[in-house]
């Protein structure tokens, strides 16, 4: 079973089999944390005119209890890198973002239709 919470006012218009993916992905990483994944923006809220927010392609998700302040390592950003291999794993379209200036207090997640496959290694 995969729980995702949707914090109340989150605009989902369509939720497609992209959405559901990266769900499981996000929801297996935050359960070794003990915590149950929560979507704080979907085709909702502010953001720039030609997000992927409002094509039903961007979520946030909120951090709160993934990082410990008793460790010395960002268990935030340990969580991303590991959602973004096994996203980018199944296809290269997934984008997470986390640790910029805009995205500090969330995970920035898409699925970008625009995205030009990478060349193979060693090119």
Known sequence: MVKINVKKGVV?????YEFCTLARIVYRVFEKHGIVPTVTSANDGKHLPDSWHYKDLGWDWRIWGVD??????????????????????????????YGDKDHLDHIHTEYDLNKSKPLPTGY
């Open 68 to 97: 410990d302040p008793k460790t010395p390592i960002d268990e935030v950003k340990q969580a991303v890198d590991e959602i973004r291999r096994e996203a980018q794993a199944i296809d290269y379209r997934y984008d997470v973002i």
């Open 12 to 16: 989902f218009n369509v939720i497609g």
